[in-house]
Nanobody, 122 residues
Framework: QLQLAESGGGLVQPGGSLTLSCVVSGFTMDNYAIGWFRQAPGKEREGVAC?????????NYTDSVKGRFTISRGNAKNTVYLQMNSLKPEDTAIYYC??????????????WGQGTQVTVSS
């Protein structure tokens, strides 16, 4: 059974950092694109970052996080990280990871985790 589980969320002050983890099971992650998405209260879900399948790997970021967030695959083959630096109050949201079997960031994501809350506040 294909599953994704996020962790690492929490409360952080503006300017602080957090690292989110997405642990996957039930499939070989190397062939999938993994994306991070977020949804703030009253707002639509938005894509934050994506890493494509390992063969020809590429990363994409939404403009508001470029230079602050970094997505990467862990040395353990079943984990993707989202390193978030210089956090702002507008980064507050529930963060989800998702998997796309097509392997490209532009594809449709069929598999989702349950989410982890990130709150940026003083």
């Amino acid at each position: 059974q294909l599953q994704l589980a996020e962790s690492g969320g929490g409360l952080v002050q503006p300017g602080g950092s957090l690292t989110l983890s997405c642990v996957v099971s039930g499939f070989t992650m190397d062939n999938y694109a993994i994306g991070w998405f977020r949804q703030a209260p009253g707002k639509e879900r938005e894509g934050v970052a994506c890493i494509s399948r390992k063969n020809g790997e590429r990363t994409n970021y939404t403009d508001s996080v470029k230079g602050r967030f970094t997505i990467s695959r862990g040395n353990a083959k079943n984990t993707v990280y989202l390193q978030m630096n210089s956090l702002k109050p507008e980064d507050t949201a529930i963060y989800y990871c998702a998997a796309n079997s097509g392997g490209l960031c532009t594809g449709r994501y069929h598999y989702w985790g349950q989410g982890t809350q990130v709150t940026v506040s003083s």
